[in-house]
């Protein structure tokens, strides 16, 4: 790796203020990402500013409706959370099923979906939950934060703080591994809140999208049956070594009923 | 009483301790004073010109020490490495060897060829000049398909020495007799079959660390070897010139290799070479991605096969053609493991009468293919057991019962195949029918019943393998072009206290000698384990030996230390006899004791082995003082393990995946010295066979030639989650002419089981109308079978 300088800030103001002005500086959660980039000298950042000492960005809060994760929270924390296992179980299944157990350990929220890789699991729950994105500068919806391969739409220095969670009446996520990586090849996470049915596919693009086509069904019909013919096209989808693009399309409609199937458990 | 430690025990292993806690030392473990840290340029092209390499900015660069490129080299008159067995094609002419330069000189052949040599301070100074390092490259069509690797118009890897990328055309059998057969067939099946390409991925990546004395003018070398004699041997004769007493090869504690760590490679020569340059050691570890890009592959043939039986299910005749992928360069033994430790097998354990097997060996863009733990011996298992499945689906007999009925009899042993290779013993029905008990293959039809009851296609594969390991004997393998000997080495060094140290040639990265040595001499010699030392890996201290690859450390290497032990109680005896003032003939050895018969005379060996090194009573006029014996064994034949593997899988038609839910191995491995360490050796090579059937697959872009499956995103490693617990079960017919009876236990798990798993998932698919899956049985390439299949 390259050198850098590196920063512990005790506070979101401070990691915010080292982080203004400086064009190649970058924040740093968990590293999980970060780090493997830096050894592989595929970037070279002249700060690192670790949030992992700011106590306000970790810890998980119920807020009336919602299940409010810090974006320091550790997945393992979230995983084993008493409040999220309680309100959106779903969500606490996800965390569990991400990479192993040092990746859970150190890996955070802010940072899997500032990072936005293609194959990560939360951006499923973020979209299919409708949470709320909260950064140091303001607020952003599931729909609009996601925008594209590896893209978001934080600006330049701005922090995801926290995600905040609308409970499920139903949901559940379903994840089909890649075989090696074991990153989701295919994640679809299926749930239901007071806002209706969505359905949002991870791993299968580019980025996170929504499945219209089953949610209206979803909508009149709660079960699996109701989607077993709804077919996503291929057009578009990821091809790799692991997976083709019709074998993607096809993962998603199965991933989509045994989400509904576990979401009606 | 203390627990049983002699043969047959299930002695812990004593190397586990500091494996465990994290004090073995490996490699890079090595504190060497002023050491400098070498890091490799290499191409990012699978095939290009080097027009030019510009290294004065990077030479310039903090903390470089000196930067060597394959000019410099060249210039040095280095030697290139070298291939260790000649191969003859069908025509007697030796195979076609091209140059392996130690780094490209003005073509690099593959993606991670190396280029340049950087030598700095610190790691990161030397990979920040390697940065600065300038090449002009000119790109070049690649050639990475080996199944039209030998096409016309296919890009040629060393067009002059090699044309049309052919090393030779290699047949073994007498096609005309083999064809009559077929014409006279009842039945034929066909087998079209790709051996998918393995990486080795030990845990350990490969690395080197090199001294120079320029006092003495020795040269020290430390490296992750499999068998350091060998490597000290090919440096000095073929490579360097420096002759082979001022160069000690040390391999320390060594982190897996499964083949990949025998062959000689060029970062652990430049590392050498460089030292005495540069005047300070050296110190070099493979980064993982260079292990995935440089470490030798393993597997990848393309084969046609096709199998005549007679109308009683009899195989009259086999016949074969594969081409076998050899990468850009010769690797030190690739020529020989397509075909004599491929070809040799294709017998199996059956009496088919008439076998042909034309093997042409390819040269490709992509990195050396070489021995991968089997060798040779699970491509040939795999075509085998593959089309005698196929073979029982067609005729709609029991898979268990063809293979049965073509056995080779249990009184006809020993047993000469048509493929030169002469089976000492074995004795395979009983094999099966314990696998299938243990395996409960009876209850399978209502288990296959039940599974469907849940939307799951469940199915099962047999696969009842030979292996021929510990090469031998050398005057055979010499005759077949090999150029090594095939023996082993032991010494036995007491001290004057009486604790022992074993000095052995082979070399331990994993499979457990210092104990499973440890309790032949304990069982022989009645001293106790923990008195007991077991010393390789450096050739400065063990004696010249071949070291551990094809199974053949515990018969070959196994084997001389009980010659040693023979030669210490006949000295033992001596000495005894003088002490008891008796006949030497009257003198027993019985539990670590000399004894007279039939008196209460006795000299514990303790005793004798004091009063050699300390010869006060001592028949001096006779015999040398001292206890230190040496004995270099040379088997007289291969050994034969042979087993049957019976998998079971579910598969899931939704979504292709395809789960194993058991797995039966029984196995003849002979006589078995630890049980526990015979069950981890086949435990992990089952694991690395339901790898290659089911996750592991080295892919190359055929357009680019680089390697996509070049890191764990992509290439996927076998977890403990994808394996149950296996079932496990043993038959003994001792090998009738190595003096532990032993045969060999370290790679029969991976030849067998990717048939087994393989036939398990055609069993379960065939329902559906799939005959045919590619290797590995991907989520993908299964859905696309059953999808292709259904349309
Ligand atoms: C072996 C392995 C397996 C994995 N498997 C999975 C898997 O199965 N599923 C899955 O979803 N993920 C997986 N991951 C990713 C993991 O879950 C991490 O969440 C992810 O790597 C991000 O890591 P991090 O939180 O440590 O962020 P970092 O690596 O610290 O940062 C990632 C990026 O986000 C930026 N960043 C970090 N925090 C913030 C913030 N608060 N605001 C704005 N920008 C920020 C950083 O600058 C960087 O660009 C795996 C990772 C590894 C190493």
Known sequence: MYDFHYHRPKTLADAVGLLKGKDEARPMSGGMTLIPTLKQRLAKPSDVVDLGGIKELAGIKVEGNNVVIGGMTRHADVASSADVKGAIPALAYLAGHIGDPQVRNRGTIGGSIANNDPAADYPGAVVALNATVTTNTGKHTADSFFKGLFETALSDGELVTSVSFPKAEKAAYMKFPNPASRYAMVGVFVAKTAGGVRVAVTGAGPCVFRVKAMEDALAKNFSSDAIKDIKVPADGLNSDIHASAEYRAHLVNVMARRAVDAANK | ?791
């Not at chain 2, 004065?56 to 490129?69: D, E, N």
């Not at chain 2, 394996?723 to 009738?736: D, E, I, N």
């Open chain 2, 1 to 791: 009483m203390n627990a049983p430690t002699g043969i047959g025990a299930r002695v812990k292993r004593k190397e586990d301790q500091r494996f465990l806690t994290g004090t073995g030392r490996y490699v890079d473990d090595l504190p060497l004073a002023r050491a400098t840290y070498a890091h490799f340029l290499r191409s990012p092209h699978a095939h290009a010109k080097i027009k030019s390499i510009d290294t004065t900015a990077a030479k310039a660069m903090p903390g470089v020490v000196a930067i060597f490129t394959g000019k410099d080299i060249a210039d040095a008159k280095v030697g290139g490495l070298i291939c260790g067995w000649v191969v003859k094609d069908k025509h007697g002419q030796p195979h076609k060897a091209p140059p392996h330069p130690v780094m490209a000189v003005d073509t690099v052949r593959y993606v991670g060829d190396t280029v340049a040599m950087v030598v700095a301070n610190s790691h990161d100074e030397a990979k920040d000049a390697a940065e600065a390092i300038k090449v002009d490259y000119e790109e070049k069509p690649a050639n990475v398909d080996l199944a039209k690797a030998l096409d016309k118009g296919a890009a040629e890897v060393h067009a002059a020495e090699a044309p049309g990328n052919l090393i030779y055309d290699w047949e073994i059998g007498v096609k005309a007799d083999v064809d009559a057969a077929f014409a006279k067939a009842a039945h034929v099946t066909k087998l079209d079959i790709v051996n998918n390409r393995l990486i080795p991925n030990a845990m350990e990546p490969r690395a080197a660390a090199a001294e120079y004395d320029k006092g003495t003018g020795n040269y020290t070398l430390w490296s992750t070897s499999q068998n350091p004699h060998v490597l000290r041997l090919i440096l000095s004769a073929f490579v360097l010139g420096i002759p082979e007493h001022k160069l000690r090869v040390v391999a320390p504690d060594v982190g897996g290799g499964f083949g990949s760590k025998i062959f000689c490679y060029n970062e652990e020569t430049m590392v050498t070479w460089a030292a005495s340059r540069v005047g300070r050691p050296i110190k070099w570890t493979a980064e993982r991605s260079e292990s995935f890009q440089t470490d030798a592959h393993g597997r990848d043939h393309v084969t046609h096969a096709e199998l005549a039986l007679d109308k009683d299910g009899k195989f009259l005749a086999l016949k074969v053609e594969t081409i076998a992928n050899m990468g850009a360069y010769l690797s030190t033994f690739s020529t020989a493991v397509p075909t004599y430790l491929y070809a040799t097998l294709l017998a199996g354990q059956y009496t088919t009468p008439l076998i042909y097997a034309n093997v042409k060996a390819a040269l490709t863009h992509t990195a050396p293919v070489d021995a991968y733990r089997g060798a040779g011996r699970p491509e040939a298992t795999f075509v085998v057991e593959t089309i005698v499945s196929k073979a029982a689906k067609e005729l709609k007999m029991d898979p268990a019962e063809l293979r049965r009925k073509n056995f080779i009899p249990s009184d006809a042993f020993p047993y000469q195949t048509p493929v030169a290779l002469q089976y000492d013993s074995g004795n395979y029905p009983p094999i099966i029918d314990e696998a299938i008990k243990i395996a409960d293959y009876k209850g399978f039809e209502a288990r296959r019943a039940e599974a469907k009851s849940r939307g799951k296609l469940r199915g099962i594969g047999f696969s009842s393998y030979i292996e021929a390991c510990g090469l031998a004997p050398s005057q055979v393998i010499g005759q077949l072009g090999g150029g090594v000997g095939q023996w082993e080495s032991a010494q036995l060094k007491f001290n004057p206290t009486g604790n022992v140290q074993i000095l052995t040639g082979s070399h331990s990265h994993g499979q457990g000698h210092e104990t499973t040595f440890a309790q032949l001499v304990s069982d022989k010699l009645g001293v106790p384990m923990e008195n007991i030392e077991v010393v390789h890996g450096d050739t400065a201290t063990t004696p010249f030996g071949m070291g551990t690859y094809g199974s053949r450390s515990l018969a070959v290497g196994g084997s001389a230390i009980m010659k040693a032990a023979d030669k210490v109680i006949a000295k033992g005896k001596k000495i005894a006899a003088h002490l008891m003032e008796a006949s030497v003939a009257d003198v027993v050895f019985e539990n670590g004791t000399f004894k007279v018969a039939g008196t209460d005379k006795a000299v514990p060996l303790g005793q004798a082995v004091f009063a050699a090194y300390v010869p006060h009573n001592y028949p001096l006029a006779e015999i040398e003082p001292g206890m230190d014996e040496n004995a270099f064994y040379d088997p007289a034949n291969f050994v034969y393990p042979a087993g049957t593997q019976i998998c079971e899988v579910e598969i899931d038609p939704d979504t292709g995946v395809v789960e194993v839910i058991s797995h039966t191995a029984v196995d003849d491995f002979g006589n078995i010295i630890n049980p526990m360490i015979v069950e981890g050796q086949v435990h992990g090579g089952i694991v690395q066979g339901v790898g290659q059937a089911l996750l592991e697959n080295a892919v190359y872009d055929k357009e680019t030639g680089q390697l996509i499956s070049g890191s764990y995103m992509d290439y996927t490693m076998p977890r403990a989650s994808d394996v149950p617990s296996f079932k496990l079960g043993y038959k003994v017919t001792p090998c009738p002419h190595n003096p532990l009876g032993v045969k060999g236990c370290g790679e029969a798990g991976a030849i067998a089981a990717p048939a087994a798993v393989m036939n398990a998932v055609h069993d379960a698919l065939a329902p559906l109308g799939v005959s045919h899956v590619p290797m590995p049985a991907t989520p993908l390439n299964v859905w696309q079978a059953i999808n292709g299949a259904s349309k």
